[in-house]
């Protein structure tokens, strides 16, 4: 027993290998002292002193009640937001459905090209800009805020849709098939149920990101709790900031429990 | 009939064979004989390559989507791995057999007749299971969700029931089960059945007529009173082995 050799967990590194880590260590290391460098950091001072900006954002507004009688107006604001949200990934999941199925390898075979090429440009684009391109079209307003949420929803939701239909099994499809149903019947009884649950699961994780992201879309105009943070950043009013975070962060955490005991039933 | 698969692998030569109505024909084989070729290429899963295929008169291997579906409608298929929607109620799986007879519409709807529903809570009575209807289907241990899959196949109404190895995933008493009801309802219906199996005393006990696959081409086909135990080794191509034989019955 005494003679046997010593395992190590991790296989025997050759020479190659040792050569290849330390390469990558340097060339990571200079990228980095490189991207340092571009960043040329430097604080220009301020008249008003940090700590006094901190205990306006994060002192005043929970200890004065001049302050803490705005909580209910911004409640206003967060429930548009979460509107929005919520809008936005029932139009997405709806929408993001069919175009799933076309992106889906085993369904739509080499159509799927399509359908992930579309999703793809869609995630290519930040939600902020389609948030200002229907600010332009449509108008200032919680509408445009829908819009944007949901155009850029089905580009992650219609992906990880997907996703789900490529991992099912199949052979459902075949018996369908094999029993007279047409396509339609064979995806609506033979896939359908098998991915319900992770769809539902996909959306309310979704949301959560709606939430947080519809929060930003205010600052561009498309409604909800962000017009009233970025105006009051603009004004230095750092009570009312601090006040606004207090609420996105108390709802957004709030929104993540719920949204998280609901899919932990579903899948 | 032969089938030549796009691989070039060819899965069946120059078959000739004609089913009479109403028989129970047990097709045997070692794996990769070409049993399931044989049985796919009847409801057209697979296209044999080459040759004709008739069904009352009517050569399968022409039909586009429309005649496609209507003959898969008349010509209903059991699995191996019963294939049903694990997440789905029992009664819903044994209805998935209805979709062919059911508009598009009306079944994305759920909206089946009265008339349709008797039938498969009927037909979920002929194997055993109506208190099971809705359960889901994952719920049923592997011999119940194979009757639902008989039942889902009754409920398609067919004229012939094809068996693609229905009973490979069941131990060996379930396995007699469902092949005694299967057996049995296809002679109260007086479906034409054929059923794929590689079990021979099983093969021997249900069929009224075995064909025999070696290579892709028939090596055998003859009724039950003419098989002996040579006749398998012909199949088989070797001496047989215990592990040919199922055993089991519990009757």
Do not use: C
């Not at chain 1, 019947?185 to 992770?198: K, M, R, S, T």
């Not at chain 2, 194979?146 to 131990?171: G, N």
């Not at chain 2, 249900?206 to 009724?223: E, H, N």
């Amino acid at each position: 027993m005494s003679e046997q050799a010593k395992i190590s967990l991790r296989k025997a590194q050759t020479r190659r290998g040792k050569i290849k880590f330390y390469m990558t260590l340097i060339i990571l290391s200079a990228l980095y002292i490189i991207a340092i460098l571009n960043t040329s950091f430097s604080i220009s001072g301020s008249q008003a002193s940090p700590l006094d900006t901190l205990r306006r954002i994060f002192i005043v507004p929970i200890t004065q009640v001049d302050y803490i009688v705005q909580f209910p107006e911004y409640i206003g604001y967060m429930l548009e937001t979460i509107a929005i949200a919520f809008a936005g990934v029932v139009v997405a999941t709806i929408l993001a459905i069919p175009v799933a199925f076309l992106a889906a390898r085993n369904i739509s075979k080499k159509f799927s090209y399509l359908g992930k090429a579309l999703l793809n440009a869609i995630r290519a684009i930040p939600e902020l800009i389609f948030a200002i391109i229907f600010v332009a079209a449509v108008g200032i307003g919680p509408y445009a805020g829908v819009l944007a949420i949901s155009i850029n929803s089905i580009g992650m939701l219609g992906k990880l849709y997907a996703e789900v239909i490529e991992s099912i099994d199949l052979s459902t499809v075949d018996a369908i098939r094999a029993s007279g149903g047409n396509r339609l019947q064979a995806i609506w009884y033979g896939v359908l149920p098998q991915v319900l649950p992770e769809f539902s699961s996909y959306s309310i994780y979704r949301f959560e990101i709606d939430v947080r992201a519809s929060t930003v879309l205010g600052i561009v105009g498309a409604g909800g709790i962000g017009a009233p943070l970025i105006l009051a950043t603009y004004q230095r009013n750092w009570e009312d900031v601090g006040m606004i975070l207090i609420v996105v962060v108390l709802f957004v955490s709030l929104i993540d429990f719920i949204s998280g005991k609901i899919r932990k039933k579903l899948v | 009939m032969s089938l030549v698969y796009p691989n070039g692998h060819q899965g069946l030569k120059d078959i000739n064979l004609t089913i009479n109505d109403g028989e129970f024909v047990v097709v045997v084989g070692m794996s990769g004989a070409g049993k399931s070729s044989l049985i796919r290429s009847i409801n057209r899963m697979v296209t044999p390559t080459d040759g004709e295929l008739l069904l009352d008169g009517e050569n399968v291997l022409t039909f586009k989507e429309r005649k496609l579906r209507q003959l898969r409608t008349n010509v209903g298929m059991v699995f191996q791995s019963y294939n049903l929607v694990k997440r789905m109620s029992v009664l819903r799986n044994v209805m998935a057999g209805r979709l062919g007879h059911t508009g598009t519409l009306r079944s994305m709807l759920g909206l089946f007749s009265q008339d349709d529903l008797q039938l498969a809570m009927n037909n979920l009575k002929r194997v055993g299971i109506e208190e099971k209807a809705y359960v889901r289907a994952d719920q049923l241990s592997g011999g119940q969700q194979q009757r639902v899959s008989i039942a889902r196949v009754l409920t398609q109404q067919p004229k012939v029931i094809l068996a693609d190895e229905p009973v490979a995933s069941l131990d060996p008493p379930t396995s007699h089960r469902v092949m005694k009801d299967l057996r049995r309802i296809s002679k109260e219906d007086n479906l034409t059945t054929l059923v794929n199996l590689h079990f021979i005393d099983m093969a021997m006990e249900y069929a009224d007529r075995i064909i025999g696959l070696r290579d892709g081409q028939v090596v055998f086909d003859g009724p039950i009173s003419e098989v002996s135990e040579a006749t398998f080794e012909e199949i088989y191509g070797r001496p047989i082995k215990d592990d040919d034989l199922l055993g089991g019955d519990e009757e």
